[in-house]
């Protein structure tokens, strides 16, 4: 079992930058790729950034140049989503994921498996 814990988020003014956070824990050696996804109201869930067991990032379109995803090895062990020049539209919940398919069918949500319990992102 994996422990996905998510922090950050908030709310901001467009342009603005936010940082989220996801420490990690548990039987990982099976997990091929981790990575934020988010639900915006009425919406279905997207994936907005994934990096896999090569070290293979993946972004979404819409964040591309803006968001920058990183991961940390440590005591803890931490994935996280730095994002810059928000707009309206990255209002979200946001859920840190793990699965066990990388590439970029991860960012499509594809074999994942382990999902945070979310942290809220509003832009205005």
């Known amino acids: 079992h994996v422990q996905l814990v998510e922090s950050g988020g908030g709310s901001v003014q467009a342009g603005g930058s936010l940082k989220l956070s996801c420490t990690y824990s548990?039987?990982?050696?099976?997990?091929?790729?981790m990575g934020w996804f988010r639900q915006a109201p009425g919406k279905g869930p997207e994936g907005v950034a994934t990096?896999?067991?090569?070290?293979?990032?993946?972004y979404a379109d819409s964040v591309k140049d803006r968001f920058t995803l990183t991961r940390r090895y440590g005591t803890t062990n931490t994935l996280n989503l730095i994002m810059t020049n928000l707009r309206p539209d990255d209002t979200a919940t946001h859920y840190c994921?793990?699965?066990?398919?990388?590439?970029?069918?991860?960012?499509?949500?594809?074999?994942?498996?382990?999902w945070g319990q979310g942290t809220q992102v509003t832009v205005s």
């Open positions: 548990g039987y990982t050696s099976f997990i091929d790729c």
């Open positions: 990096i896999d067991v090569n070290y293979y990032i993946n």
């Open positions: 994921a793990a699965g066990e398919i990388g590439g970029s069918r991860c960012l499509g949500g594809v074999g994942i498996t382990f």
